[in-house]
């Protein structure tokens, strides 16, 4: 055990920073490739832009709607870790193909594949990280540590991706090598290293056969009448709209800068705040989450998940108000909001999967647990085209938008979710 967690669970976050690692780079860097020229886009009625957001969208659709599938089947199979392998490999294979194709089509064809090999790794991952834990008050813990290592490879692999690209071209002994291609080198090399640790450290955990459930059924309404909708849907509902807040950032780096009169450095910084909060906090909120309950952090995190939002739509009036000319005001409070967020989803997520796992019952971690992961998919996917819609009503009309979705959250949360551990509120039945 290191840092009280088992060495299995920092196994699976290493293993998922590096390959979230690999995919952050190609975030950065599939733009940028289609733009430069290297990619025939000759007789495509579209604009550049749309043909980029539909290359980005398409793997957050896949591998969302991908999900609910691969975790049932990992459900009914019990083979975790060959889905996992699966998936890594059809990742790694599809980041290999890219210097060898021209043709946006076949771009688009390698990207969806991408989207299918995360669709396989992320439910069978994460159901492997809540059946590893010992007991309903080690998995908080786990899910913490297993989110902080992710967020790590996700949050600075941007960063990394811009300075290998601008920094190519390479000299190798076998040639010279591109900053683009470096770059998909890595992402290849992320897969390779995700590979071989889950490979050579993680087996799946012992099932008797009776453990596979026959009910595999997605739940909308709560069959004990308790409340009237299925906790584990709810969770999902709140975490669809929480990633789409997550999400309505990235869009608007030329409002926000113009409207800030900021750098795209402080932008940056900015964008990652929610990450590095995130970092922050996962941990040790996620352990609190085993000893006080998990139900008192999610509803606080979406109580500040509100005002930490929408506040970011009225920075600059807020600045302009408190300094008049004061140009690094704007900036500074908006860093701040942001760190708010960022603690706000540490609130939410680790406690919302460990409560989703306490639930599952045996034999269905996968397709329980795979609600939680679709939504948080789908709301990446979704916040950058509602950023896109709403901001023609003005600068806070999407941060307004995105305040009034976790305000929703707030309130089914609030009121159809009880908590799960023994002398916490509530007294929930094991979905089994």
Do not use: C, H
């Not at 790694?92 to 669709?119: D, H, T």
């Not at 300094?323 to 708010?340: I, K, N, S, W, Y």
């Not at 329980?368 to 023609?392: E, H, K, M, W």
């Amino acid at each position: 055990m290191v840092l009280g967690t088992d060495n299995r669970v920092l196994t699976l976050g290493i293993a998922r920073m590096a390959d979230a690692l690999g995919n952050s780079f190609l975030i950065i860097v599939l733009p940028l490739y289609i733009e430069s020229g290297q990619i025939d886009l000759t007789g495509i009625p579209f604009t550049t832009e749309l043909l980029i957001g539909l290359v980005l969208s398409l793997f957050g659709f896949l591998n969302s709607f991908g999900q609910p599938v691969t975790g049932r089947l990992s459900d009914r199979t019990g083979r975790r870790r060959v889905f996992v392998l699966f998936g890594l490999g059809l990742f790694g294979v599809a980041s290999a193909a890219y210097p060898f194709v021209e043709q946006y089509e076949l771009v688009l064809l390698i990207r969806a594949l991408q989207g299918l090999g995360a669709a396989f790794t992320i439910p069978a991952t994460i159901a492997l990280v809540n059946e590893f834990a010992a007991s309903d008050t080690e998995r908080g813990g786990n899910f913490g540590v297993f989110n902080t290592f992710r967020l790590v490879g996700f949050g600075f692999g941007p960063i990394v991706a811009g300075i290998v690209v601008t920094s190519g071209p390479y000299g190798t002994p076998f040639g010279e090598l591109s900053g683009f291609n470096a770059a998909f080198g890595i992402a290849v090399l992320g897969a390779i290293v995700s590979f071989a640790l889950v490979t050579l450290l993680i087996e799946d955990p012992p099932r008797a056969e009776t453990d596979a459930s026959d009910d595999m059924s997605f739940r909308v309404f709560d069959e004990s009448g308790a409340t009237l909708l299925d906790p584990v849907f709810t969770l999902g509902v709140g975490t669809l709209f929480m990633a789409t807040t997550i999400a309505l950032f990235a869009t608007l780096q030329q409002d926000i800068t113009a409207a800030l009169d900021e750098t795209p450095f402080l932008f940056s910084v900015q964008f990652a705040a929610v990450v590095i909060a995130n970092v922050l906090f996962q941990v040790p909120i996620g352990r609190a989450s085993d000893e006080y309950g998990r139900r008192p952090f999610i509803v606080a995190g979406f109580a500040l998940l509100v005002p930490s939002v929408f506040l970011q739509g009225y920075v600059p009036g807020i600045a302009e108000a408190l300094a008049g000319g004061e140009t690094l005001l704007g900036p500074m409070l908006m860093l701040v909001f942001r760190l708010l967020q960022g603690i706000a989803v540490a609130l939410v997520f680790a406690p919302s999967l460990a409560l989703a796992g306490d639930l599952a019952g045996e034999g269905r971690s996968g397709t329980t647990l795979s609600v939680l992961t679709t939504a948080f998919g789908l709301g990446v996917a979704i916040g950058p085209l509602a950023a896109g819609y709403f901001i023609r009503f003005g600068f806070a009309a999407p941060f307004t938008f995105g305040a009034a979705i976790a305000a929703v959250a707030f309130v089914l949360v609030y009121s159809q979710v009880e908590d799960s551990l023994p002398g916490a509120t509530g007294d929930p039945t094991p979905q089994d």
